[in-house]
């Protein structure tokens, strides 16, 4: 099992940074990769990005190339979510999520609320 809690969110303007922080505990040592999620309103639920927990690649999907980093920090198991330039469309609940074998999401936080105001 995996705990995953995420904290960071909140409202900004449009142009602001924020930073969220997912802090994994439990049986963090058979996470693969950790990724973050995000929910806006009336929208299914996409993807933002990815790290792979020992070889630190990531993935971004597009709309937030540029703008978002994903970092992790092995020694607190805790994987983040820079977001710079953000924009009202970036409004949504952000998970974070991990995979132990890749071939599914198995464990997820609670999510955090950003809201972006223009």
């Known amino acids: 099992q995996v705990q995953l809690v995420e904290s960071g969110g909140g409202l900004v303007q449009a142009g602001a940074p924020l930073r969220l922080s997912c802090a994994a505990s439990?049986?963090?040592?058979?996470?693969?990769?950790m990724g973050w999620f995000r929910r806006a309103p009336g929208k299914e639920r996409e993807f933002v990005a990815s790290?792979?927990?020992?070889?630190?690649?990531?993935y971004y999907t597009d709309s937030v190339k540029g703008r978002f980093t994903i970092s992790k920090d092995n020694a607190k198991n805790t994987v983040y979510l820079q977001m710079n330039s953000l924009k009202p469309e970036d409004t949504a609940v952000y998970y974070c999520?991990?995979?132990?074998?890749?071939?599914?999401?198995?464990?997820w936080g609670q999510g955090t609320q950003v809201t972006v105001s223009s």
């Open positions: 790290i792979n927990w020992s070889s630190s690649s990531t």
């Open positions: 999520a991990c995979t132990l074998y890749g071939s599914s999401w198995d464990y």
């Open positions: 439990g049986g963090t040592y058979s996470i693969l990769t």
